[in-house]
């Protein structure tokens, strides 16, 4: 049995874009992954909303702090044969001013934690792949609220950043899927998957998965 941690934010939780709650579990891209990969693996989804890289959020509560649970997440789940990391996005809020090569570099400490923490399987360190979350875009309710978009281009344009700034930060160090290759955030929202989005990229990880990792 493999088991495989996915780490993340609303997105791995199974946030609706509309804003109604959670997608049923058969929806989410994790489940998605664990129906494609079939007996053998075990996936633990461990999605929360909000959730950051390694920010305190003064708004939404220090909790979303992914590096503070990532250890603790680590070893309640051990032996972990792959973790999979999908974060970033949050960390584009403006309260945060940070660049999309500072949101990479956080990531690369979460990565580092991983290799560190002695979870894997004979306490040696678990595969890790990270995946590159795909560009924002303007939602509905800021574009019929003008004042707001000069804020929400920021984060868009670091955004579009991601994939090269994530490569030139983790390529060898880790494996990485650039999930803006192959998926796009809702638009009613801007930063959440429809579930034709969550099929597609449980599909694709799944198959990276068979071809690069196990």
Not at 153 to 177: M, V
Not at 189 to 210: F, Q, S
Request: hydrophobic share 35%; with cysteine.
């Amino acid at each position: 049995m493999k088991t495989i941690l996915c780490y993340g934010d609303s997105n791995t939780w199974g946030y609706n874009p509309d804003g109604t709650g959670r997608y049923p579990k058969n929806i989410r891209w994790t489940s998605v992954l664990e129906n494609e990969l079939g007996k053998g693996y075990e996936i633990i989804a461990e999605g929360l909303n909000g959730r950051t890289t390694v920010w305190n959020d003064p708004v939404r509560g220090e909790y979303r702090n992914g590096k503070m649970y990532l250890y603790p997440c680590l070893h309640t789940h051990k032996p972990i044969d792959l973790v999979i990391l999908f974060l970033g996005s949050n960390d584009l809020k403006s309260r945060f001013s940070v660049s999309s090569y500072e949101i990479a570099q956080s990531v690369e400490m979460l990565v580092n934690i991983i290799k560190k923490s002695e979870t894997g399987p004979n306490m040696d360190s678990p595969d890790i792949l990270v995946i590159i979350p795909p560009p924002i875009l303007i939602p509905v309710e800021v574009r019929e609220a003008e004042y707001l978009i000069p804020e929400c281009e920021k984060a868009i344009e670091k955004s579009k950043q991601f994939s090269k700034e994530f490569s030139r930060i983790l390529s060898g160090q880790c494996h990485l899927f650039d999930s803006s290759k192959l998926i796009k955030t809702s638009e009613v929202d801007g930063m959440h998957l429809d579930p034709e989005n969550h099929k597609i990229l449980g599909k694709e990880i799944a198959k990276y998965i068979r071809d690069h990792i196990f």
